[in-house]
């Protein structure tokens, strides 16, 4: 029978010894180790290792060894690798949505789609196509905090370890994104320089850009910022009308949101303040 | 013997007929026209050609029959394909400058370098072992006008038709910038998102992007907005301290200033508001 | 009402006058020009002109007017601009076939998906999910020839413009291509350095590759060959197994594929020799 | 005082307990690890870690304790880092020459150009202006053996660690090559497809291929293969003559040389088989 697989990934501040320690108590448990990752971010001296391995294990004296050997506030994750559960959020548009279903039903995602969830129902019919399903909560004429129990309740009744804000276009409020903390992935369209504001797309036009680009971060909690995951750009040229530019935004954004939920659901995200550090 | 070679490139608002007319003329003189690109702004139907061609023509009469043939505001510019003449404006950093310099000593760029000024005296050694007249015109304890009448009187004895800012880190003032109109190239570091003030690397890693950028502009009145030109971006990763991130700063500037400065130096770009039409 | 949209295109040999007496053709007809490109291929002294307007036109009369101006070995490619018909065929991979469908029922492929044809029934549910035709038509126990007539006689029934192949693993004889000369559009791996034979992921593995690529190009008589449309690369490193390649290059391959498809269906690509010239 | 720093580069069969063996042999010596990566090749279950630490230790004693706790036949580097000695060969292109003058001078090469060897006059002009010495071996009239002997004589008075072929044209042979394992970069032209025998320009020109590339590599046994280090590319598109394609090269080529010899010469590679390892 084969072994089970997990992931391991500790941070915690650095000191002397910690990667002999680490790989002491699982060298005890005679494990396979695939492969160690370490890196210590020097401006707060903090160290973060990831590590692969498999075997049979009790994952809580494990932990117990473990906190022994490290400092108190150290962060453990110790979890078997499989594919995550996530629900999906949805405005309008289909580019990011369409990437993620088109994955998972060929099962490149790494991820149960357990549900997708719209304030509109332009995407309804599209999600069911795929056999997934689709639950519209509308927050036309509801205060903030209603529309969100709402979808928090839609989301409580799956139960996932992750949000996707699949071109989501509702900003989210610190309460609701607190039940989250960097479990919720964005992706936002950006540019150079950055434009605020409405029609980003109209503005990057006027100021002839060369260059369009994505963001994919966790959600903290603006909307538009916390730790950027995945970067990309595309180029554009004076051809380029607004259109034709939001088209090739939709292209970077879909990339973008897709390699960076692999690199989440294949556990090698550390979030660390406001910065990621990604063991790929 | 072999004819000499022209680029004319002619603006002005679209109306039916302008390249059958346009080109009418140019027919007439029996040249050899080796392409032609067009372009209409659809948002202030503004209409942009730009012809290549060989031929003995008298410029004066040619410009005359195209004034006939055009709108009355129409810009038009006929001359020569040549080597342009420039001055390059420094600080304290090389690697742009030793880029223009390495390209120059090949006949790479397109260009004469006629002089650098550096408000130091860093890269003077440097400078004279290519072979060019460096001039450092220290701005230490004058007053902005001062210094840059210092400056313009240097430029002005070589009579360039560019100036280029290889990291001169001063601004200019806008009646500097109003004696070189589209005339003067800058090259700026710029990120995703963008950051302003001071360090801005050290503001790049603290943000964790993943990508660092190089923006070439034209300067109109602010030292770091105008006309973009060529932008790029180099993909930088947790594992980069701040001075990585300035090393590959320094990397896609260097690239990104040479690019642009060959379509200038082409004449291959037209400015257009606060935008650039490239036809490359 | 809204006058249609055309798309002209005229390749023939360069001399002297031919835009001046091609954009007089149009002129005479009063038609709104929205752009032009020319090209002259030096190295044959080949001219490419592009020239899109709207207006209401007989095309007949002004085809013989082009005529009349024009070499008489030029081609002229005069339509309106509109949607296209295609078949998609297909083996079993649906990377490539997810991206069109998810584009065309959304109305970015700037064609109609008349049908899929796969020689394997994999796809078939899938294509079925976005309410398009599938058809089977095996390959196995026949020869090549009699396969094709099926596969033509399929096709024949939908009088597409255009057929794509994504990821059809068989090889098309010369006989088939000649049906549908430079209207085939392959997808294809590549790497440098190039792999030939069975494979190629693993050779790239072994080979430590720091690039993956994809072509996506014309068909003539050899699978691989035919005139390039556009290339794309993604890195990759010593951490991607087979497999991570094998992802990479479905990545790259899809988005080089609809890149290519857009060019095309838009009208932007002349074929020339083996060659390409695409006014974007 | 500071204290040196240390990169150790360990291979070797991959058993259970590596890691931590070996992170308790540095542990013992008190030292401070600043990174550790490690990477378990699956094909062949080969174990790579490099570790960079800084500390007062003895050399011999820690690489015994190594020895100790590993297999026989592991690969062991354990040296200080500092900039490397090199010695570059050129023929008559300057644009890598260059590129590793410039920042040779500005000290960002991480290496000492202790010489330059042209078969060719054609730099030496240009390798004095910045301080370095040149040495005209040429080879015209006399046999490989022979033109290899003098210019491995020259190498041989500087005792480099690596010879860079910035874009040195002739081919070596074995014995030369055995000489320096592993200790030898070259950089190429590469393309998709691929193109062999002269002028490749020519032949990626009459191909119409979309994209220009550059690999740079240790050498082995033949000139253009070795483990890559690099690969990166460049667009090109139907515009670009030859010369245009030849310069986009140069490009393409002299920035990635200068990042793989980066990477080498900060200790980052693994050389295995007939692939890279780079810890980055």
Chains 1, 2, 3, 4 share one sequence.
Do not use: W
Not at 86 to 96: A, G, P, R, S
């Amino acid at each position: 029978m084969e072994q089970p697989t997990y992931a391991l990934l500790i941070d915690c501040p650095d000191r002397k010894g910690l990667v002999h320690h680490i790989t002491g108590v699982l060298y005890a448990q005679g494990l396979n180790i695939f492969g160690n990752q370490e890196f210590v971010e020097r401006e707060h001296n903090r160290f973060f290792m990831r590590t692969t391995f498999s075997g049979a294990i009790d994952e809580a004296p494990v932990r117990e060894k473990l906190r022994e050997v490290l400092p108190d506030d150290a962060g453990i994750r110790l979890a078997q690798m499989r594919r995550k559960r996530i629900v999906v959020l949805v405005t309008k548009e289909q580019h990011c949505l369409g990437e993620l279903l088109v994955r998972h039903q060929f099962d490149e995602l790494n991820a149960d789609i357990l549900a997708v969830i719209g304030n509109h129902t332009t995407l309804a019919k599209f999600t069911h196509q795929f056999g997934v399903n689709f639950h519209h909560v509308p927050h036309e004429g509801k205060e903030r905090g209603v529309h969100e129990a709402e979808v928090l309740e839609v989301i409580h009744r799956y139960q996932p370890e992750y949000l996707v804000l699949a071109k989501y276009m509702r900003i989210l409020s610190p309460e609701f994104v607190a039940q989250y903390p960097n479990r919720i992935v964005n992706i936002h369209h950006s540019f150079l320089p950055a434009f605020v504001g409405a029609s980003p797309y109209r503005q990057a036009y006027e100021r002839g850009v060369k260059i369009i680009g994505a963001t994919a971060h966790f959600v903290n909690n603006d909307l538009d910022e916390g730790p950027i995951i995945v970067q990309n750009v595309i180029p554009v040229d004076h051809n380029f009308s607004v259109s034709d530019m939001v088209q090739s935004g939709k292209d970077v954004e879909k990339i973008s949101l897709a390699r960076a939920l692999k690199l989440v659901f294949e556990d090698k995200v550390f979030v660390y303040g406001n910065k990621t550090i990604i063991f790929d």
